[in-house]
């Protein structure tokens, strides 16, 4: 089923430059899809570390190498989506990249996203900003100072830009790279309540249920529902309205959305930026594109055609190529590179 044109974002040609999809994967299901498909096999061999935090929780890192050996190289920091990790294809495809550039790369996991839930009576969100920015900081303190940039896909993308909009001039990277962010939460999780949208809703929401299973069973009583309850879900809203908000402060989903989505706090990001959408993504709405009053000098925005959800496949059938492995390391370079 592809999108009918009420369902598509409004492109702008000016803005498409680079990415040209694979001729026969325009769809975008199909986009969206293709990455699990091309990237079966793991790229390289993590290094992983645990990192405990101020509350006695932890995070699961996973480095490109060890960062003993590499501390001196320019870094950058992957934030990934909605119950993704370093297994998520775009996840070690990009970890590999920037390897293969000469930096040092690292996934920090949100709090039980690494295989192992997390201990403590909270989980993590699109607005949860806390855990980024202490390793941000233990990372510099750790590691030294050097050119550090970071990547948010999805639901790390629109923390990401939540983060670069509390640090304001006091920021810790260089520069940042928000990818399928979905910077407007509302609209984003009506979209998904909507025709093939839904399968998508299903998907992510069973990792929601199953993560959250295991959660209670390792750690009873850290959620605010019961395993039973839990099996009766059958949105992200209603996941969010009984877990997501009331461990972390909010009143219900809604205020969850509206205090947390980061396309009104555009505008206070000083880090140089870039921001990519795909006009087809099949979780996002036009509500998502800012206008140029919201984007400040140094934020880019980026609206290419086609693409779907953290696709983005080019090349061709047989030497298919992932657009966002060239884009951002070369988006990236000028400010990773100073010479």
Known sequence: MIPTSSDLINFNPVNCREFR?????????????????????????????????????????AWSEPPSQAYHKPRVVLFHGLEGSFFSPYAHGLLQTFRAQGWLGVVMHFRGCSGEPNRMERIYHSGETGDASYFLHWLRAEWGKVPTA?????????????????QGENRLLDAAVMVSAPLMLEPCSHRLERGFSRLYQRYLLGL????????L??????LPVSRHRLKQMRTLREFDNEITAPIHGFQDAGDYYRRCSALPLLAQIRTPALIIHAGDDPFMTPEVIPDRQQLPPGVEYQLTRYGGHVGFVGGTLRRPQMWLEQRIPQWLIPWLEQK
């Open 21 to 61: 999809p694979l001729s026969a994967a325009r769809n975008p299901h199909l986009q969206t899809v293709l990455p699990r498909l091309i990237r079966r096999r793991l790229r390289l061999q993590p290094h992983w570390q645990r990192l405990t935090l101020p509350d006695k929780d932890f995070i699961d890192l």
């Open 150 to 166: 970071a990547v948010g896909v999805s639901l790390g993308g629109n923390m990401l830009a939540c983060l670069l909009a509390q």
């Open 208 to 215: 929601l249920k199953q993560n959250a299973s295991r959660k």
């Open 217 to 222: 069973l390792a750690w009873p009583g850290t």
